[in-house]
């Protein structure tokens, strides 16, 4: 059984833009504009989502023909309001004792230099020592490596750490004769999500107990994310949501089996919704119920696929429900590679 120093998650903060619903963004806009009329209308009703969240708007806002400069120009503008909403809504629910000594930005939808971890950390008012890390372009498990990543500083240093996640998928609609942007333009939403990691156990916290990732690199070119003269353009194979519950079971049996638990141990799974095919195949492998995922899937109905924030804003809705002290929680979330990642934390302490 595994056993170090572990950091606990003390809080999460939420931010999204403006809410927009899944049906009048059908009618309001992609009805009739691609090619394949009855691919897209399938893609819509069957994505799972009832309202999203968009920065840009395209009844609004069509950034279709936008060149991919002019969409790096408009990303801080909207991601860094976002991102700092989000982080200091974390920092409201529990203030550190000592200075945030790592800050940790996620996102694979802008690029920008001075980038948004300099921009953040002076909106935040963090102290210039502050470390710094961009973990960009790993997609919607980005929040995983993220975790493990100030995780690990929280337990070598004692000091504090926050994650922030923060994508802008509406920034990046592609022209109407895209082919096979059908699941895309369906599932995809804009938020940002936020996390304080503190060295000290919280009783009404998540204590983290450790981390694994596994990959199929051998169906790397199932998901892609490409650099276009349109921004960027998303690749999604349907054969991705079978390759992701193929991962699962090995990788989520293995991290279980390092901490003495077993998969009916689990009280509670934040898996990332990549869609409904993704969450089905995941609860077929892992032989869960569809109310095992009812937070996941309930995260999809209302927000949409927010890629990285997406898995941090499931377990805030878990976290926010009645569990018993002690009860494990698994997170699990997947991205290119094909690459899967799992952590797992247990509520209100440390265990022993």
Not at 17 to 29: I, M, R, T, Y
Not at 133 to 159: K, S
Request: proline share 6%; glycine share 10%; hydrophobic share 50%.
């Amino acid at each position: 059984m595994v056993s170090r120093a572990r950091a606990t998650l003390a809080a999460i903060g939420i931010a999204t833009p403006e809410a927009v619903d899944q049906d009048e963004l059908w009618e309001g806009f992609f009805a009739g504009r691609g090619a394949n009329d009855r691919l897209a209308r399938a893609a819509f009703s069957g994505a799972g989502v009832r309202t999203r969240h968009a920065a840009f708007d395209p009844r609004r806002c069509d950034v279709s023909e936008w060149s991919t400069e002019r969409r790096m120009a408009r990303y801080v503008d909207a991601a860094l309001p976002l991102a700092t909403v989000a982080a200091a809504r974390a920092l409201e629910r529990c203030t550190p004792a000592q200075p945030i000594g790592l800050l940790v930005v996620a996102s694979c939808t802008g690029h920008a230099t001075p980038g948004l971890d300099v921009l953040l950390a002076n909106e935040l008012g963090l102290d210039g020592d502050t470390r710094r890390l961009v973990i960009g372009y790993l997609g919607c498990h980005a929040a995983l490596p993220a975790l493990a990543t100030a995780d690990d500083y929280v337990a070598a240093t004692g000091r504090p750490a926050l994650v922030v996640c923060v994508e802008l998928s509406s920034l990046h609609l592609q022209p109407a004769e895209a082919s096979e942007q059908e699941a895309v333009n369906a599932l995809f939403g804009d938020a940002a999500a936020a996390a304080l990691l503190v060295p000290a156990p919280c009783p009404d916290a998540l204590f983290i107990l450790g981390h694994k990732v596994a990959s199929d690199l051998g169906a790397a070119e199932l998901m892609t994310w490409r650099v276009g003269s349109h921004g960027l353009r998303m690749g999604l194979s349907r054969k991705v949501p079978a390759r992701v519950g193929a991962l699962s079971g090995p990788l989520v049996d293995e991290l279980l089996g390092e901490h003495g638990f077993a998969r009916t141990d689990v009280a509670a799974w934040a898996v990332h919704p990549g869609g409904p095919r993704v969450l089905a195949e995941v609860a077929a492998a892992l032989g869960l119920s569809q109310t095992s995922l009812a937070s996941s899937a309930g995260v999809l109905a209302s927000y949409g696929n927010c890629s990285s924030a997406t898995v941090l804003i499931i377990l805030d809705a878990i976290a926010q429900g009645r569990l018993a002290p002690g009860a494990p929680v698994v997170m699990l979330a997947f991205g290119p590679g094909l690459t899967g990642y799992a952590t797992l934390l247990r509520t209100g302490h440390a265990p022993g």
